[in-house]
């Protein structure tokens, strides 16, 4: 699930005033997804000088693999931010946007999100378009579908700032280096 520069517009549209935002660049994203060692022996580079090799024992951004697995990772890690009410966020491959509604905002945007979840229970939830997958929401004025990121359906919580969203992706990192071992 990503964010496409229309979602995240339309996103952007409905919030309420005041809010703060902030962007994250995975920059180390697909470097910190390790190969189990019986793939290592795929991953064997030459060089320089003679017999001199080297193993990188990462998911290079380079592999076919890479992508998927990072996309599995992240879209995970957004899922659980998600569920514990945080956001509203998007994500596109290693880059993220979080967004913080003021306190006073909140009963009226989860209201809202309630609409648009009613929305998209009603045009079948989760679409799938080739590999994107999105969400519909309601008709706009121009005659396109809303189209979402989520299916909205998590409330939102007052997010003050702690440190439980480190504590969630250090969990989450470490049960996906257990499944990929």
């Keep these: 699930m990503w964010g496409t520069f229309l979602t995240v517009a339309l996103l952007i549209s409905y919030l309420p005033p005041g809010l703060q935002a902030s962007v994250r660049d995975a920059a180390e994203a697909y470097c910190s997804i390790p190969i189990k060692p019986s793939q290592w022996t795929g991953l064997v580079v030459r060089l320089q000088g003679e017999d001199n090799?080297?193993?990188?024992?990462?998911?290079?951004?380079?592999?076919?693999?890479?992508?998927?697995?990072?996309?599995?990772?992240?879209?995970?890690?957004?899922?659980?931010?998600?569920?514990?009410?945080?956001?509203?966020?998007?994500?596109?491959?290693?880059?993220?946007?979080?967004?913080?509604i003021k306190k006073e905002h909140l009963t009226n945007y989860n209201a809202h999100r309630q609409r648009q979840h009613q929305f998209i229970t009603k045009n079948g939830g989760c679409q799938l378009i080739g590999s994107r997958i999105w969400y519909q929401g309601d008709t706009m004025e121009d005659g396109r579908a809303e189209e979402f990121d989520e299916d909205?359906?998590?409330?939102?919580?007052?997010?003050?700032?702690?440190?439980?969203?480190?504590?969630?992706?250090?969990?989450?990192?470490?049960?996906?280096?257990?499944?990929?071992y």
């Design 152 to 180: 909205n359906s998590a409330p939102l919580r007052d997010s003050q700032p702690t440190h439980t969203m480190h504590l969630m992706l250090l969990s989450l990192i470490a049960t996906w280096t257990l499944i990929v």
């Design 53 to 100: 090799f080297a193993i990188n024992t990462s998911n290079n951004f380079g592999l076919t693999s890479a992508g998927g697995c990072y996309g599995l990772l992240a879209d995970t890690g957004t899922d659980i931010i998600r569920c514990e009410g945080i956001g509203p966020l998007s994500k596109w491959v290693d880059d993220h946007i979080f967004f913080r």
